[in-house]
T-cell receptor
Framework: GDSVTQMEGPVTLSEEAFLTINCTYT??????LFWYVQYPGEGLQLLLK?????DKGSNKGFEATYRKETTSFHLEKGSVQVSDSAVYFC??????????FGSGTRLLVRP | DGGITQSPKYLFRKEGQNVTLSCEQN?????MYWYRQDPGQGLRLIYY???????QKGDIAEGYSVSREKKESFPLTVTSAQKNPTAFYLC??????????????FGEGSRLTVL
């Protein structure tokens, strides 16, 4: 079945460092891809999305490009802030009504 | 403001007791979902509903039950048959009518602890 694999965390960075969180997927067909963010004690919020190959999703300085040839959707940010500390989930939606989530990657940004 | 409201935020239960978690949305969304979150395991789908009076089992439905009598409401009951119910439960909704759910909107979650 369809699945999403994320790099294990925690990822610990200093403020203003460059961030990459890897995400790869396995799916039949042409899924839409998403990144969600979860701040401590809260639900998830959509960060960005891409619906077809080569699309780039972007929001709040974060970017991810839908790479069909490598089945990847890596999350990047050029300069992280302490306020970016959270858990980040990669997800895909297939032809059903379900979103399939990766296991999440915790990001900790130190001042 | 439109959104999803889950209650209670924290809940303690003795073993052998059923407990119901509330989820209400005022986004006029057709589809609603319940996910379970455990540390290091991401989110797993318990049940989902695409329309009133209809719902389907997700990947880990055993020991849970739901109802969808109103568009706005999708309560989840954690029964005594659920072997390991301590977890963080997240409710979500989406406007998707087609084959893909699109963006999910999440509530703030309910943390259930079995004593």
């Amino acid at each position: 079945g369809d699945s999403v694999t994320q790099m294990e965390g925690p990822v610990t960075l200093s403020e203003e460092a460059f961030l990459t969180i890897n995400c790869t997927y396995t799916a039949t067909g042409y899924p839409s891809l998403f990144w969600y963010v979860q701040y401590p004690g809260e639900g998830l919020q959509l960060l960005l999305k891409a619906t077809k190959a080569d699309d780039k999703g972007s929001n709040k300085g974060f970017e991810a490009t839908y790479r069909k040839e490598t089945t990847s959707f890596h999350l990047e940010k050029g300069s992280v802030q302490v306020s970016d500390s959270a858990v980040y989930f990669c997800a895909l939606s297939d032809s059903s009504y379900k979103l399939i989530f990766g296991s999440g990657t915790r990001l900790l940004v130190r001042p | 403001d439109g959104g999803i409201t889950q209650s209670p935020k924290y809940l303690f239960r003795k073993e052998g007791q059923n407990v119901t978690l509330s989820c209400e949305q005022n986004l006029n969304h057709d589809a609603m979902y319940w996910y379970r979150q455990d540390p290091g395991q991401g989110l797993r789908l318990i049940y989902y509903s695409q329309i009133v009076n209809d719902f389907q089992k997700g990947d880990i439905a055993e020991g849970y039950s739901v109802s969808r009598e109103k568009k706005e409401s999708f309560p989840l009951t954690v029964t005594s048959a659920q072997k390991n119910p301590t977890a963080f439960y997240l409710c979500a909704s989406s406007a998707g009518q087609g084959p893909r759910p699109g963006e999910l909107f999440f509530g703030e979650g309910s943390r259930l602890t079995v004593l």
